[in-house]
């Protein structure tokens, strides 16, 4: 514990320096003029790429927003094909759905084609706006920080495309077909129309919510890099964690049957090993680091 709060207050006392050398070369102004073209230029990029989107947002609504909404999504065979290729009979074959949306006001279509091409803006964009964003933060670092950063907008655009992948296909799927098969009572007064802006935030938030979810391997190795996390002490609250993440796969799995969870649990459970086997390996090289320098 000793050795990991000197490294933190290390980093931070080396990045404050570093800071201060920058303001001796650049003023406060220079810093913001600096900021504020590197957000002109993520802006103008997240703006082109949301009116690429809007220019099709009719064949995007079609074949991605809503497609799983209809009982032909690709995922429901995928999924029903493996189950019986494993020899799960039908347990991962879902009833068929075709989803109807309702729209309760005049505006409501261009409001939500606006929203869509925003988000799939943000989306489209997201390596570009990275790229901007360590363009601003490298000038602060040095050359070894440089070099451990290498390669990181490809690995966290990576796992964040992953991670959307993930909720569009394998938990959207499953959200969808649940929630449009469950009833409320036997009389049938109940009649299941979500909204049109229901269904868009709905996708929308299991699309970024895995995205951001599969980042937990950069962001360990981020953390180990810099002293404030270590293998060790995720090793130590594995048990705690496997129980927090079936937990948390229950719930974001509206379906109770086990399979759905599991598709959940599983890469939710990998990303966590990975993310102990990345700073465990950091923990290791900081060791054999420090035995250098001693000896």
Same mark, same amino acid.
């Given at each position: 514990? =000793?050795?990991?709060?000197?490294?933190?207050?290390?980093?931070?006392?080396?990045?404050?320096?570093?800071?201060?050398?920058?303001?001796?070369?650049?003023?406060?102004?220079?810093?913001?003029?600096?900021?504020?073209?590197?957000?002109?230029?993520?802006?103008?990029?997240?703006?082109?790429?949301?009116?690429?989107?809007?220019?099709?947002?009719?064949?995007?609504?079609?074949?991605?927003?809503?497609?799983?909404?209809?009982?032909?999504?690709?995922?429901?065979?995928?999924?029903?094909?493996?189950?019986?290729?494993?020899?799960?009979?039908? =347990?991962?074959?879902?009833?068929?759905?075709?989803?109807?949306?309702?729209?309760?006001?005049?505006?409501?279509?261009?409001?939500?084609?606006?929203?869509?091409?925003?988000?799939?803006?943000?989306?489209?964009?997201?390596?570009?706006?990275?790229?901007?964003?360590?363009?601003?933060?490298?000038?602060?670092?040095?050359?070894?920080?440089?070099?451990?950063?290498?390669?990181?907008?490809?690995?966290?655009?990576?796992?964040?495309?992953?991670?959307?992948?993930?909720?569009?296909?394998?938990? =959207?799927?499953?959200?969808?077909?649940?929630?449009?098969?469950?009833?409320?009572?036997?009389?049938?007064?109940?009649?299941?129309?979500?909204?049109?802006?229901?269904?868009?935030?709905?996708?929308?938030?299991?699309?970024?919510?895995?995205?951001?979810?599969?980042?937990?391997?950069?962001?360990?190795?981020?953390?180990?890099?810099?002293?404030?996390?270590?293998?060790?002490?995720?090793?130590?609250?594995?048990?705690?964690?496997?129980?927090?993440?079936?937990?948390?796969?229950?719930?974001?799995?509206?379906?109770?049957?086990?399979?759905?969870?599991?598709?959940?649990?599983?890469?939710?459970?990998?990303?966590?090993?990975?993310?102990?086997?990345?700073?465990?390996?950091?923990?290791?090289?900081?060791?054999?680091?420090?035995?250098?320098?001693?000896?």
């Amino acid at each position: 514990m =000793a050795s990991t709060s000197s490294t933190r207050s290390t980093f931070f006392k080396s990045f404050r320096n570093k800071m201060a050398r920058d303001d001796n070369e650049m003023s406060f102004v220079d810093h913001l003029e600096a900021l504020r073209w590197h957000i002109v230029r993520a802006v103008v990029v997240w703006l082109i790429a949301a009116i690429g989107v809007f220019i099709y947002i009719d064949w995007i609504f079609d074949n991605i927003i809503y497609a799983p909404a209809r009982s032909s999504f690709i995922s429901y065979r995928a999924l029903c094909d493996f189950s019986h290729w494993a020899g799960l009979d039908d =347990a991962l074959c879902m009833p068929p759905v075709d989803i109807k949306l309702l729209g309760t006001t005049i505006s409501g279509p261009f409001m939500s084609a606006i929203s869509i091409s925003f988000i799939g803006g943000v989306i489209i964009a997201f390596p570009y706006l990275l790229w901007e964003l360590w363009r601003f933060i490298k000038p602060a670092l040095n050359t070894k920080e440089v070099s451990y950063s290498r390669g990181a907008i490809f690995w966290i655009s990576l796992f964040f495309f992953a991670g959307a992948a993930f909720g569009y296909y394998l938990l =959207a799927p499953f959200t969808f077909n649940f929630l449009a098969n469950f009833s409320l009572g036997k009389s049938g007064a109940y009649q299941y129309i979500p909204t049109l802006d229901d269904y868009i935030s709905t996708i929308t938030n299991i699309i970024l919510g895995c995205g951001l979810v599969f980042e937990l391997p950069v962001i360990s190795y981020v953390l180990a890099k810099i002293g404030i996390l270590t293998g060790t002490f995720l090793k130590k609250t594995r048990r705690y964690s496997f129980i927090i993440i079936l937990v948390l796969a229950a719930v974001i799995t509206p379906s109770p049957d086990w399979t759905s969870q599991a598709l959940v649990a599983v890469p939710l459970l990998l990303l966590f090993e990975l993310s102990v086997l990345l700073a465990s390996r950091i923990e290791k090289q900081k060791k054999k680091e420090e035995n250098t320098e001693w000896s």
